[in-house]
């Protein structure tokens, strides 16, 4: 489904992010991405999620190049990639139900196609009774769930998740990772950069390793290190 070929990143101020990067994630499949800050994890996951592009090289889903993507063709894109963010990203004036909802209305969903679609989800990551909460209302765990259910509102195929236990507890780590193997059993492609080495040894998936913009290791059912 995902496919990197010679993927290089250099930002302008000519740190070099990735380094001839291949790697080829198939459908339905799950990874964690690790490695040290500076390794390049975060800024292959937002080209994934087009918020960046390659230096060099070229990034194929379901065989179809993102560099032949126009700017007018990348929401279209986005519908079918989901992305959960480390400083979560919520809209701090609009309740739970309201910034599920958002992404719907913009693809002009019928008000009762929204409502299901959204209650579905909050249901999933079991928060069906905050729908008239604010982010402030909420613990970072619970904010953290309201990511996943708005990155998950649309059905995408692939979910991305940027350090999604960064600034959690244990117990609040492991059920989020929980949550995301179980969307992942809805054969979404999960990918999930991070530092967390407690989650990833006790929830045993890929693991890909990153240094220095390349990749040192690749190993299915792997370990932190």
């Keep these: ?12 101020n000519g740190f070099k992010a990735l380094d001839g990067v291949d790697l080829t994630v198939s459908k339905g499949e799950f990874l964690y991405l690790v490695g040290p800050s500076g390794a390049g994890k975060s800024t292959l996951l937002n080209m994934i999620f087009c918020t960046e592009e390659p230096s060099d090289g070229d990034i194929f889903i379901d065989n179809f190049s993102l560099r032949t993507l126009s700017k007018k063709q990348v929401p279209f894109y986005r519908r ?6 480390q400083d979560y990203k919520l809209l701090p004036n609009r309740t739970v139900y309201e910034n599920i909802a958002f992404a719907l209305r913009v693809m002009h969903y019928s008000r009762s196609k929204i409502r299901a679609h959204v209650m579905q989800v909050l249901e999933l990551v079991g928060l069906q009774d905050k729908t008239k909460h604010y982010p402030s209302e909420l ?6 769930r309201i990511c996943i259910a708005r990155a998950i509102v649309n059905d995408p195929a692939i979910l991305l998740a940027d ?27 999960v990918i999930v ?11 045993r998936k890929r693991v890909v390793e990153l240094g220095e913009g390349k990749v040192i290791r690749d190993q299915y059912l792997g370990k932190y290190e």
């Excluded at 613990?139 to 953290?144: A, K, Y």
């Excluded at 999604?164 to 244990?170: F, G, M, R, V």
């Design 1 to 12: 489904m995902i496919r990197l070929r010679a993927v290089s990143k250099v930002h302008k």
């Design 80 to 85: 079918n990639v989901g992305m959960i963010f």
């Design 163 to 189: 350090e999604p236990t960064e600034s959690l507890d244990p117990e609040t780590s492991w059920e989020i990772i929980h949550l995301l193997s179980k969307i992942n059993t809805r054969k979404t492609t």
């Design 139 to 144: 613990s970072g765990g619970e904010q953290q």
């Design 193 to 203: 950069a991070t530092h967390n080495q407690g989650i990833v040894d006790d929830v």
